[in-house]
């Protein structure tokens, strides 16, 4: 089993749509969390992190439920600006900087 | 503001030859990492390097090696390049202590082995 799982989507969503989107993950110890986004042919940027049930941050919230294992963001009143792939990340192990990502879930959102 | 450069943006090299990436980061971060990112798989960690000299094999490491002579600097060579190796290479750094784990990335070399 991989240790961070996601559903590749695409997502296609009109503006102003509300798009959300889970992430599955392997580690039950994992104890933080993070939602990076890479634009088309570009590098990954951290969008957010998470570390305890959940984070707002704008247009953008992300949820976790340690019960079944898994985070979710959510985009409210999506921007043509949100499309790109969202890379859900899990350090592999507490205090490591050894990251592991999954394969990222794509959005496109259109006019 | 944060930097990481990487030597190309592009490259094509041929089977067999050797191929050399550099990274190089100005923010004075001690951890480096290369990854590769293929369609489908995600990024996976070919090496990664905890201080100058310090390295360390990640998943995928068969094929690559790696060297860091200076904290800023951090290269990954291909010995006999073949054509699976062709993919996106991701360079990234991050800071000892940083809590949000957020490695800056660099924009990536895209190499095609034919």
């Known amino acids: 089993r991989k240790e961070v799982e996601q559903d590749p989507g695409p997502f296609n969503v009109p503006e102003g749509a509300t798009v959300a989107f889970n992430c599955t993950y392997s580690?039950?110890?994992?104890?933080?969390f993070f939602w990076y986004r890479q634009d088309c042919r570009k590098e990954p940027k951290l969008l957010m992190s998470?570390?305890?049930s959940g984070n707002e941050d704008g247009r953008f919230t992300a949820q976790l439920n340690r019960a079944s294992q898994y985070i979710s963001l959510l985009i409210r009143d999506s921007k043509l600006s949100d499309s790109a792939t969202y890379l859900c990340?899990?350090?592999?192990?507490?205090?490591?900087?050894?990251?592991?990502f999954g394969a990222g879930t794509t959005v496109t959102v259109r006019a | 503001d944060v930097k990481v450069t990487q030597s190309s943006r592009y490259l094509v090299k041929r089977t067999g030859e050797k191929v050399f990436l550099e990274c190089v980061q100005d923010?004075?971060?001690?951890?480096m990492f290369w990854y590769r990112q293929d369609p489908g798989l995600g990024l996976r960690l070919i090496y990664f390097?905890?201080?100058?000299?310090?390295?360390e094999k990640g998943d995928i490491p068969e094929g690559y090696s790696v060297s860091r002579e200076k904290k800023e600097r951090f290269s990954l060579i291909l010995e006999s390049a073949s054509t699976n190796q062709t993919s996106m290479y991701l360079c990234?750094?991050?800071?000892?202590?940083?809590?949000?784990?957020?490695?800056?990335f660099g924009p990536g070399t895209r190499l095609t082995v034919t």
């Open positions: 990340v899990v350090p592999l192990s507490p205090n490591d900087y050894k990251l592991s």
């Open positions: 580690n039950s110890a994992s104890q933080s």
């Open positions: 998470v570390y305890s």
């Open positions: 923010m004075d971060h001690e951890n």
């Open positions: 390097s905890y201080d100058v000299k310090m390295k």
């Open positions: 990234a750094s991050i800071s000892r202590g940083d809590r949000d784990y957020e490695q800056y």
